[in-house]
């Protein structure tokens, strides 16, 4: 698939603060902070640093930040917390800039936040973007609004300065940040997907994790008897929980030929035989799924879990830590793979996802770009990455910066799961960094197949169908991924 580019006149004012997600913004009082941010044109070339006072670049200094400059950091405060940053990366960042003032921003809602912002021209240095509220970082990329990575990655380590930052993580990591074909992500948490369960529970039970779809509707059959729900997810505010399961399925089906076809948008991979089968057998367990859980949001779900009225939940490796308030002591998480659906599935049961994610970004028009670019740095050391073990209870891609850590029950799970799955990895997802609105779509189309109003093939074929209205929409920069 070629990368098409947009021409002049192709993409309108407010599709592309659509895209960002600045279209609450277009009418009312604030409209008029809006005309800095549009273009009429197709993706900015490469961003480059802003002008900003800068310093004497040095072994220690290889950006050449200035001793005094000012930095902001915006942090998304979800399951990781900030305390990583308030307690961590930011006093590093001190201690090698005692001059510098620091800015430290919390907050759940980063695209609310910053919406206004980066309409105005008044951007901050570093910014955690994730969460429900994220913004499009395909988007952003397009409007000249993201700093290209690649001094970063190829900047000198601060533990092994012969080294650059790119050798000391996980691989995968710099390929998980491309948009376009450059680096303009820094994922950061190494982290696993599957089922997630309290292995107390299921030991006082007698249960084991299913490892078929058919064991699945078993087990499911048998805890709905001793009054738990069997797999539950929250359709309100995280049903991508949810399409990531259908994914990885499908890739244990077919392989991760699929996940790389979908990311490119291929004609037809929604309607695949893999697909369709994930599909069908997911809907199958959502009939165990009261419907009264699409209107929940993630936390209550996962708090019914921790009260031991849920057995299996869909997520990520910062569960743990992000419920560690509400989990009673005797709960203790525990990770399973995705069942395999048949018996010619190409990736065995013990194939999970594992993948850098929780992408960070330096605005290309901050004030201290050059700070942006050093703090991510700061962050890919083994003290930064450790500190950041401690804090947030979650692995980062940094290689070997959790070593000799005492681990959780959950992450020795992820260790134990890692371990087992070996060369097994379902691969990671860009579409949802590359194309925002067909990911908000596949979004509600999960919640209509796990709640029963259309079936599995009606699924596919409305996905796919927003999936071609993606590709066919000009005024959309095309992502291409070759592995």
Known sequence: MS????????????????????????????????????TGGGPAPAASAAPSASGAVSAANPFGVAADAPLEVVIFKGGLGDSYATEVHEPLYKKAFPQAQIKHVATQQIAQTLQPRFAGGDVPDMIANSGTD????????????????????????????SKKVRDMVAPGTVESGLIDGKPYLMNYVFSAYGLWYDSALFEKNGWTPPKTFDEFKTFAETAKAAGITPFAYAGKNASYYMYWMILISAAKIEGNQILIDVDNLADGVWQRDAMKQSAAAWAEIAKYMDKSF?????????????????ALYPSGSWL??????????????????????????????EAIRAAAGEAYIVPAKAKNPKGGLEYLRIMLSKEGARGFTEKSGNITVVTGAADGLELSPGNASLSAAQTAAGQNIVTFSSFENWYKEFETELRKQTN????????????????????????????????????
């Open 320 to 349: 743990e830590n992000e419920q560690k308030e509400q989990t009673p002591e005797t709960f203790k998480y525990a990770l399973t793979p995705t069942p395999s659906v048949t018996a010619a599935d190409k990736m065995p049961f």
């Open 134 to 161: 994220l913004m499009d970082n395909g988007a952003l990329q397009q409007e000249g609004q993201l700093l290209e990575l690649t001094e970063l990655w190829d900047a000198p380590s601060i533990d092994d300065p």
């Open 3 to 38: 990368t098409s580019a947009s021409t002049p006149g192709d993409i309108t004012r407010r599709q592309m603060l659509r895209r960002i997600g600045m279209t609450a913004l277009i009418a009312g009082p604030g409209a008029g902070m809006l005309t800095a941010c549009a």
């Open 294 to 310: 699409e209107g929940l949001i993630h936390t209550e779900v996962q708090l019914r879990q921790n009260q031991g009225k849920i």
């Open 448 to 483: 209509a197949l796990m709640f029963g109003r259309i079936s599995a093939d009606e699924f596919c074929e409305k996905v796919q169908k927003a999936a071609d209205k993606t590709k066919a929409d000009s005024s959309i920069t095309k992502q291409e991924r070759k592995v």
